[in-house]
């Protein structure tokens, strides 16, 4: 059993992680300021007595005593990350040097969520973990981008300069359960649009590529790095590399949901990546990951939870 902090623990990722860990035996903290996230997440953990939650703001200091780390504190939805652009460079930064500091003090092993957006609009295809990105450092993603990358420097600088034991994760587009309906990122919008029958909002002509990993793969990939040996610290793509571009997925939601709403195109925001696709050799040779979950498998569970929650709305 092990005593383990999960920052931004009642957001979507963070609140699968809780419930995993626990599964296994540890004693979790989650902290969260609810600024994307939600109790609701979280509730069925509430009285469990291997949970505790607090409500904390990530950039300033935390005194605590756990054993593990893992920082995903972060606004993750463009939406909501650009809403208040310098509160998520501040989380990004700030947050980590205090998890940093943090785990510092008490020996802990701490994991860093990053992102493809580290990449930026990648010039390299598939994307490696030695590749070192294309990203506009002053524009309206930049607050995200940015902010992650500082974040993935000073998690080597504390482990070349203090010792720290470090892991970094680059994690790529991820849907599921739980993610909020207004969430604002593609999988959402369009399940939440075809339930609604509501036309489904294609920005630019629809042929930008992502890759979708299944949370169920992600949370596995993320305890794996964590459990795994001292001298790897990474960073390494966790990501499912079936690419499929907006239109494919928005017909495969249109498909899966039955819906008879049609595709409406709408700008590409600005410094929207045109491509994405991990390559995941490095997860493969040193966590023995891959992802299992197929994209329609996938959809069809997060389309049943979506009915469930958009009909008790
Ligand atoms: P989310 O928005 O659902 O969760 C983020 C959580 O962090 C929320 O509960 C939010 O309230 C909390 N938070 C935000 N700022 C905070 C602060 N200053 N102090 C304390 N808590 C704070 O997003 P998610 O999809 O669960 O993402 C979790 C992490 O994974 C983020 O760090 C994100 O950057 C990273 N990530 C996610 C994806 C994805 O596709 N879901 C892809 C790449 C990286
Ligand atoms: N910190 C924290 N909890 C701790 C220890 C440190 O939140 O248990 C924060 C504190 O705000 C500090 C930051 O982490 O400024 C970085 O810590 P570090 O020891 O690296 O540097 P310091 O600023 O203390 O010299
Ligand atoms: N997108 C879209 N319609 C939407 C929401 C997003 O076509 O309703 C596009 C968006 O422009 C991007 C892709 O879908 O090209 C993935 O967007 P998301 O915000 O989910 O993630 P990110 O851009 O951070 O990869």
Request: hydrophobic share 35%.
């Amino acid at each position: 059993m092990n005593k383990v902090l999960v920052t931004g623990g009642a957001g979507f990722l963070g609140s699968h992680l809780c419930d995993r860990l626990i599964a296994r035996g540890d004693d979790v903290l989650c902290v969260d300021n609810f600024y994307t996230g939600n109790k609701r997440n979280v509730a069925h953990l509430i009285g469990n007595p291997s949970f505790d939650i607090m409500r904390h703001d990530v950039c300033w200091p935390l005194y605590v005593e756990v054993e593990r780390i893992f920082n995903l504190a972060c606004p993750a939805s463009p939406i909501h990350y650009q809403n208040d652009p310098v509160q998520t460079t501040k989380t990004s930064v700030h947050g980590a040097i205090n998890m940093l500091g943090l785990a510092k003090r008490v020996k802990a092993r701490i994991l860093q969520a990053s992102t493809s957006e580290v990449y930026g609009d990648p010039a390299v295809h598939p994307q490696t973990e030695d590749y070192w990105g294309n990203v506009n450092p002053i524009g309206i993603r930049s607050c995200y981008d940015e902010g992650k990358r500082c974040a993935e420097t000073l998690f080597f600088d504390y482990h070349r300069q203090h010792g720290l034991e470090v892991k970094v994760m680059r994690i790529f587009n991820t849907y599921g359960p739980r993610m909020h309906p207004e969430d604002g990122r593609v999988v959402s919008n369009f399940i939440v649009q075809a339930l609604r029958g509501q036309d489904l909002t294609i920005y630019g002509d629809g042929m930008q590529t992502r890759s979708f990993c299944y949370v169920d793969d992600l949370v596995d990939g993320m305890i794996r790095l964590m459990d795994s040996p001292a001298d790897f610290t990474g960073p390494v793509n966790i990501g499912n590399p079936g690419e499929f571009t907006m239109i494919e997925l928005a017909e495969t939601v249109i498909r899966l949901t039955g819906t008879s709403a049609k595709l409406v195109f709408q700008p590409l925001p600005q410094d929207d990546p045109k491509q994405r696709c991990p390559d995941n050799s490095l997860a493969k040779e040193k966590l023995n990951w891959q992802p299992k979950v197929s994209l329609e498998d996938g959809l069809k569970e997060t389309i049943a939870y979506f009915r469930s929650t958009l009909t008790n709305d």
